[in-house]
């Protein structure tokens, strides 16, 4: 069985970010971002509307701060009661599932796309100008966010990482590995402090 460029994407495959199915999913994602990061703070209706119809999955009472940016949003759910300040970044060529009443501060980014290290196996030697194909090797994996999480301001979170419920993580932490439930951790790399 031959997979869409798609399919390989979300089976954590090498995919071609160019392909037209998906270049029409982020152009998609970019009309209704637009839109909604364009709408006035007080039409709180519209704001909903767009996201509802730009996400996977939005939860009651999901409150997303003005300007948001994100890859597609098909791939993006999040849990009642979160709120998502100003300025972040879902990078949602994977699944990012985010839970109820979460609170994720300006600026965090979470990224699901990800290349191989080494520039030679990166860089595609077989690319032909014009066919369509990315110059890089993508591959994507799973972000899996807890419920009750607390994300501080200008955290990055990488691809692949889960993060368990009622876990607090401190500003400008770089989360490169999976976080248990029930902990506060921070730093570049993240590590766990302590028990909450």
Not at 52 to 74: D, K, N, Q, T
Request: with cysteine.
């Amino acid at each position: 069985m031959i997979l869409s460029e798609k399919q390989k994407m979300l089976a954590g495959e090498y995919y071609n970010s160019r392909d037209p199915e998906l270049l029409d999913m982020y152009h998609r994602a970019r009309r209704l971002t637009a839109a909604f990061n364009n709408t006035p703070s007080d039409d709180p209706d519209r704001k909903s509307a767009l996201l509802s119809e730009l996400m996977a999955h939005r939860g009651e009472g999901v409150w997303i701060e003005a300007p948001f940016f994100c890859e597609y949003g098909a791939h993006l759910s999040i849990g009642d009661h979160t709120f998502v300040n100003m300025n972040c970044i879902f990078l949602d060529c994977h699944h990012i599932r985010i839970g109820k009443n979460g609170l994720i501060a300006p600026a965090v980014q979470i990224y699901t796309a990800y290349h191989p290290l080494a520039a030679g196996e990166r860089i595609r030697s077989d690319r032909q100008k014009g066919n369509g194909t990315a110059v890089y090797r993508t591959q994507a994996a799973p972000v899996n966010i807890g419920d009750n999480v607390w994300i501080g301001g200008n955290t990055v979170i990488f691809p692949g990482v889960s993060i368990g419920d009622n876990t607090t993580i401190g500003a400008g932490s770089v989360v490169t590995k999976d976080l248990p439930a029930n902990v506060l951790a921070y730093g570049n790399p993240c590590r766990v402090v302590r028990e909450l």
